[in-house]
């Protein structure tokens, strides 16, 4: 979320991404990446180069997938991205 700030093309957007990234740091507590989620992370990674999926280009998707999975709740998401995993994450769709 932080890259998505700076990644901002005018100054107006920019305001409005850092005001909703305080409130999203406000409200949760960050989980952190720990040796269990670069293991899932290293399995789905695996999984996706057998299944047509270039990890590298979807690092951060799957870091978030790893922790999902290793957390035992859902991914919600908005793109189908990691839709080819579905069999081994709980792939939600955002309503």
């Not at 899932?40 to 790893?66: C, F, H, K, N, Y």
Request: charged share 25%.
């Amino acid at each position: 979320m932080h890259f998505g700030v700076h990644a901002a093309r005018d100054g107006s957007e920019r305001t409005t991404r850092l005001n909703r990234l305080g409130i999203v740091e406000a409200k949760f507590d960050p989980i952190p990446i720990d040796a269990s989620v670069a293991r899932a992370w290293g399995s789905l990674a695996g999984l996706s180069v057998e299944r047509g999926i270039q990890p590298r280009r979807r690092t951060m998707d799957l870091l978030i997938a790893a922790t999902a999975q290793v957390e035992q709740v859902p991914l919600i998401s908005l793109d189908d991205d990691l839709s080819a995993l579905g069999d081994v994450i709980d792939l939600r769709r955002a309503a």
